[in-house]
């Protein structure tokens, strides 16, 4: 409450995997298949704070993917999205397309 940013929460475990930090594809109503942010992703896009409880049993092969995202501030989506820090972001310029 100190902080007033939402709080997402990861239990993390030896059976977490990349997809349940950076996205997880699924099926919306329709069978549409749909990406869907995990709470690392979430918490960076909203300005969030991010807990990771049990960090020290996750498998070392996630631990690259939270790697970029805490000390470079950058991860590729496999939605086609890159998270990178807001002030690279506003150098870029508007995006293209």
């Known amino acids: 409450e100190l902080v007033r940013a939402e709080v997402f929460y990861v239990a993390v ?3 977490t995997s ?3 930090l950076r996205q997880r594809r699924g099926l919306a109503g ?8 995990g709470a690392p992703v ?3 896009l909203s300005g969030g704070m991010l807990v990771l409880d049990g960090l020290e ?3 070392r092969n996630v ?3 939270l790697n970029g995202l805490l000390e470079g501030r950058e ?5 086609g999205r890159t998270l990178v820090p807001r002030a690279r972001a506003d150098a870029a310029g508007p995006a293209s397309g």
């Open 57 to 59: 049993r996750a498998e």
């Open 42 to 44: 979430r918490a960076a």
């Open 18 to 20: 990349e997809g349940d």
């Open 63 to 65: 631990l690259p993917t």
């Open 30 to 37: 329709g069978g549409t298949a749909v990406w869907t942010d």
């Open 13 to 15: 475990d030896a059976d």
């Open 75 to 79: 991860m590729a989506l496999d939605d």
